[in-house]
């Protein structure tokens, strides 16, 4: 096996678990590469005993000191951003390129929360003659962090540098799909020199979340991940008393409109339905075609052309999706739509090889085909067309999708855009751009069913999800003058 099997991470050392292991493969060979551990609720239980013991000490450091450890960590990410993305590559399957750029995300993550010394520094006002009030943040103990596959670098560094540089200590659940990513940043963090017991890993799969949810000493999770699941995480940490903040899946919807660029517009949507294979949350989904844009759907065929499977397009993380997705396809076939780029049919034998889970793009026109496009996630690099006769029209059909992440409006006019970004129900718009994720210091979350809980993932708004607010309101009997010489 390329890598040595993957172990869960608990007290600074990499520790075995005894019980069942599963497979992990590369979607770019199917090549088994390592195998990962199916944690039980046992070894849930040691990772917070040893986040609980480190604790006092890693809570009682001022937010200055923790953040000085944050510093050595990014510049140690910096001068490893190719071996970690050749990891991310081989157990993810995105492109070298992407992983690169992945992994360069995790860095601005980590530098927002290397400022968080200058953000959290709480308030202080005499509030009546001679009485004071203070606030401040103060971390809520163990929290953790449940993560998807499809960024097994960048999702944790959505959380992790946050709810470590507020004075938490953390357990991580990696996806069982891509956990060696995980070791290689306790490796660092390690180096770095975070001590002992703050930064957890349990690895597995259903049992660990399930763990999470449960465990008493645990006070917060987020989970980033598919809706159902994020539902279920929901209700069950919440259930048990617990704050959680569960990000969901999406469906996200571009109303483009006549008059937008053609080049940079068909550019743009092809690079966002294309690129992680289409594995992202943030990746365009539906054209909501108003009027006429025939001459753009024309150049966004020509455009997703360019990406090749295994040269500019990534495989899917597994067989299993890659069959759902192609079911999807035939699905849609069948009911009437038309197909405009086929991606069941790609020959590039040279280049990808054969035992790999590639797809090559696919664009779903179900305009004219009498059948409605159904309202599910799809995940994966295929891109649907509808119609609309006005963007009133195309606002009332983004409103219908259960979805909320991201909603995007191409189109030169003004005032069409701004009334796409008012009217949009989701929590992150674009205009004339695919992929809106807002960058550092604006936070990342969506709306509807793409996101379960208060206030966002990253940014100053997850500030406020890993620290509870302490006031401190003080009056002292007035100073008598004393002479201390006498
Ligand atoms: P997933 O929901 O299958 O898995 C996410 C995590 O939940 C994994 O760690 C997995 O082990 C665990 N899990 C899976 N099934 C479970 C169950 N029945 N009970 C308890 N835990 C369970 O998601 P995925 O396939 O790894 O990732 C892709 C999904 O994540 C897509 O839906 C995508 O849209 C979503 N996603 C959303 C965002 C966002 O910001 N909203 C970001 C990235 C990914």
């Not at 890693?58 to 990410?77: D, P």
């Not at 899946?249 to 571009?254: E, S, V």
């Not at 080049?263 to 294979?277: P, T, V």
Request: hydrophobic share 45%; with cysteine.
């Amino acid at each position: 096996m390329k890598y040595p099997e993957v172990k869960n991470y608990i007290n600074g050392e990499f520790v075995s678990c005894t019980n069942q292991r599963i497979d992990v493969d590369s979607p770019l060979t199917g090549e088994i590469i390592s195998t990962v551990p199916l944690s039980l609720y046992s070894d849930v239980d040691l990772a917070v005993k040893a986040a609980l013991n480190a604790f006092p000490a890693w809570s009682g450091m001022t937010s200055k000191m923790r953040s000085q450890i944050l510093y050595t960590y990014r510049q140690i990410v910096e001068q490893n951003v190719e071996s970690l993305a050749a990891v991310i590559h081989d157990e993810n399957g995105k492109t070298m390129d992407e992983a690169i750029a992945e992994v360069r995300k995790s860095i601005e993550l980590t530098e927002f929360a290397c400022s968080i010394p200058q953000i959290a520094v709480g308030d202080v006002l005499e509030v009546s003659l001679g009485v004071e009030c203070r606030s401040e943040y103060a971390p809520l103990g163990v929290v953790a962090c449940i993560n998807p596959f499809n960024f097994p670098h960048m999702v944790p560094h959505w959380t992790v540098p946050n709810a470590i540089a507020l004075g938490n200590c953390i357990v991580l659940k990696p996806s069982e799909l891509t956990p060696v990513t995980a070791m290689k940043m306790a490796e660092m963090l390690k180096q770095a020199g975070l001590p002992d017991g703050v930064f957890n890993i349990v690895n597995g799969a259903k049992d660990v979340v399930e763990a999470i949810c449960d465990h008493p000493d645990i006070k917060a999770v987020s989970f980033v991940g598919s809706t159902p699941v994020a539902q279920i995480v929901y209700r069950r940490a919440t259930s048990n008393l617990k704050r959680c903040l569960a990000l969901g899946g999406a469906k996200n919807h571009l109303i483009v409109l006549p008059d937008a660029n053609l080049e940079l517009s068909a550019s743009d949507i092809a690079a966002s339905m294309c690129g992680s294979a289409g594995q992202r949350c943030m990746a365009a989904s539906v054209m909501i075609a108003v009027g006429n844009v025939n001459p753009i759907i024309e150049q966004l065929c020509v455009e997703v052309k360019k990406y090749i499977p295994g040269k500019k397009m990534p495989p899917i993380i597994s067989k299993l999706s890659r069959q759902k997705l192609v079911n999807y396809i035939t699905e849609a076939e069948n009911s009437g739509a038309r197909l405009l780029v086929d991606g069941r049919k790609f020959s590039n034998d040279e280049i990808v090889d054969a035992n790999g889970y590639y797809l090559g793009p696919t664009i779903i026109d179900w305009r004219n085909s009498g059948a409605q496009m159904p309202s599910e996630e799809v995940f994966g690099p295929v891109f649907e067309i509808i119609a609309a006769k006005s963007v009133e029209e195309a606002l009332a059909i983004q409103h219908e999708s259960p979805f909320g992440n991201a909603a995007s409006a191409f189109t030169q006019n003004g005032a069409i855009a701004k009334m796409v970004a008012q009217n949009a129900s989701a929590g992150m718009i674009g205009i004339n751009i695919g992929v809106p994720v807002p960058r550092e210091p604006f936070s990342f979350g969506g709306w509807n069913a793409s996101k379960f809980g208060a206030g966002d993932i990253t940014g100053a708004s997850s500030l406020g999800f890993w620290s509870q607010l302490k006031k401190v309101t003080s009056k002292w009997a007035k100073q008598e003058i004393t002479d201390w010489m006498s």
